[in-house]
């Protein structure tokens, strides 16, 4: 009987670390860059976004993916020609057109606030600050999510047309 119980300890030993030296195979062997949750953009953020107001000097979108950003519009043309501050001009010296690797962080403590980080020219920008949050439209009451961002000081809302949903 000693034997045989002897012979099971030594066979699941055995079985345990065949397992562990199977599993550090699998798991080095597999190409884990980029995987992080620090190269991701937050689930809340990803969707499409258009600018809120229609009337706005500025009009543009954003497509925010899991891991890439693609800004259309914003262009220097919209820029009044008149007193108008080319600084105010959102995401003004980033790429248009083109899905940029990105990701973003939360501010300490917030779950609707923090920086995007855009990769772009091959470098990353300086981040972005912005404000996630949602409101109650009438008719309806339908919750829409919103999208805030300052342009040296002038503000950009932008709504979610479609992606992330509760």
């Given at each position: 009987m000693k034997k045989s119980f002897?012979?099971?300890?030594?066979?699941?030993?055995?079985?345990?670390?065949?397992?562990?030296?199977?599993?550090?195979?699998?798991f080095s062997s597999c190409d884990w860059?980029?995987?992080?949750?620090?190269?991701?953009?937050?689930?809340?953020?990803?969707?499409t976004w258009v600018t809120n107001d229609p009337e706005s000097i500025y009009s543009g979108s954003l497509i925010i993916r899991r891991d890439s950003i693609t800004i259309t519009g914003y262009g220097e043309s919209q820029t009044p020609s008149r007193g108008?501050?080319?600084e105010e001009r959102?995401?003004?010296?980033?790429?248009r057109g083109l899905a940029l690797e990105g990701y973003s962080e939360r501010s300490f403590?917030?779950?609707?606030?923090?920086y995007i980080y855009i990769n772009d020219k091959g470098r990353l920008q300086e981040g972005i600050h912005y404000n996630y949050w949602t409101a109650r439209e009438q008719p309806g009451n339908i919750v829409v999510h919103l999208l805030t961002f300052s342009f040296s000081g002038r503000i950009q809302t932008l709504r979610r047309t479609e992606g992330f949903s509760y």
């Open positions: 002897d012979f099971i300890r030594v066979t699941l030993k055995i079985k345990f670390i065949l397992f562990a030296l199977l599993f550090s195979l699998i860059e980029g995987w992080t949750l620090e190269n991701l953009f937050e689930s809340n953020l990803q969707g108008g501050n080319d959102p995401f003004k010296n980033i790429t403590g917030s779950s609707n606030e923090g």
